[in-house]
């Protein structure tokens, strides 16, 4: 017998909660509380406990070690999730990176060591009733971000060997600022790009143009500041970070299915490229964008990079033209 598509739709609304809760579970491993842990050991389910012991995991692409399972684990899965967006963008897992984070009652102290390079050490301060989002996903946004710009360090090692520059990925003057902020915000994944992507699908016709992305006076210092600033020595809040330019994230993500507030400012040039280098990716997979990158790294000409391109030309109304159209499937997700 067949079932009506409305009930069908029913019965899976209402196993949604229960679907999720399995697919985490399975997500956290055996190795955790939330996994289950070992056989005849009890979860401990306190948030924030500080272990006597760090706790320690390993993914794709780091290890990494906590004296806060909630830290541990938040981190963990976005971090398996930027390894395989960094995998996806340029045909490489990243270089292994060895993770810290050591909790006090009043911020975390993030130590990131990534290959024989120095290490990043930095301390997030902990906001406790008046953070607007809980604890380790701040703490897991900065973490992501700041080993996103190490991974990336590795990358201009591997695409432009005879590089000897020390400078950081988004201190890398020669590589346009769309190139920088796109890649960047394409590696450090995190839960709002998925709301930007409807915000710039139903806003496609007043974003600008990608010949205004592209001039290098888009986006200057002052905006490129907050992302150089995330897990640099002084950076002590996660409100460097670019979702400080979203207050209201809770009840924007509520107003999915309405009208959603259109972006602005320094989140709106972020949504842009992320979107940008999202949509030259997609189409034109890890061996273009590697050729991009290392031409940009060698101070090569970019344009003549993008006209390797088979789906777009080099020509700038081109690319915008066929990244509006590719935006506005994302506009309206409940509808596919």
């Known amino acids: 017998m067949l079932l009506r598509p409305d009930r069908v739709r029913r019965a899976a609304t209402s196993l949604l909660p229960l679907l999720s809760l399995l697919c985490a579970a399975c997500l956290a491993g055996p190795a955790t509380a939330i996994g289950g842990g070992p056989i005849g050991r009890a979860p401990n389910l306190r948030e924030g406990e500080l272990l006597r012991e760090p706790d320690s995991t390993r993914g794709t692409g780091f290890i990494i070690a906590s004296n806060r399972r909630d830290l541990l684990e938040e981190s963990r899965v976005e971090l398996n999730a930027a390894a395989r967006s960094f995998e996806r963008l340029f045909g490489t897992r990243p270089d292994e990176a060895d993770i810290r984070l050591t909790s006090d009652a009043a911020e975390v102290r993030v130590t990131i060591r990534v290959g024989t390079r120095p290490a990043s050490s930095f301390a997030i301060a902990l906001e406790g009733r008046r953070a607007r989002l809980p604890e380790p996903m701040r703490v897991a946004t900065v973490v992501v971000l700041a080993t996103a710009r190490e991974w990336l360090f590795g990358a201009v090692r591997d695409l432009a060997p005879g590089d000897g520059s020390g400078a950081g990925w988004m201190e890398r003057d020669v590589v346009p600022a769309w190139l920088r902020t796109g890649l960047l915000q394409n590696v450090a994944v995190h839960p709002l790009h998925e709301l930007w992507m409807v915000q710039l699908g139903r806003q496609r016709d007043s974003l600008p143009r990608v010949s205004a992305l592209f001039a290098p006076e888009s986006c200057g210092a002052t905006c490129l500041a907050p992302f150089a600033r995330i897990g640099s ?7 460097d970070a670019v979702i400080s330019d979203d207050p209201e994230l809770g009840a924007r993500r509520e107003q999915r299915r309405g009208r959603l507030p259109e972006l602005d400012g320094r989140a709106r040039y972020a949504a842009s490229t992320y979107s940008l280098v999202q949509f030259m990716a997609t189409r034109e997979g890890p061996a ?9 790294l060698r101070g090569g000409d970019v344009q003549a990079a993008l006209g390797r391109a088979t789906s777009f030309t080099a020509d700038p109304d081109d690319i915008d033209r066929q990244w509006r159209v590719w935006l506005a499937t994302f506009a309206y997700p409940e509808r596919d």
Do not use: N
Not at 233 to 239: F, K, V, Y
Not at 288 to 296: D, E, G, I
């Open 288 to 296: 273009f964008m590697r050729t991009l990158v290392a031409a940009a």
């Open 233 to 239: 020595a002084g950076s002590t809040s996660a409100e």
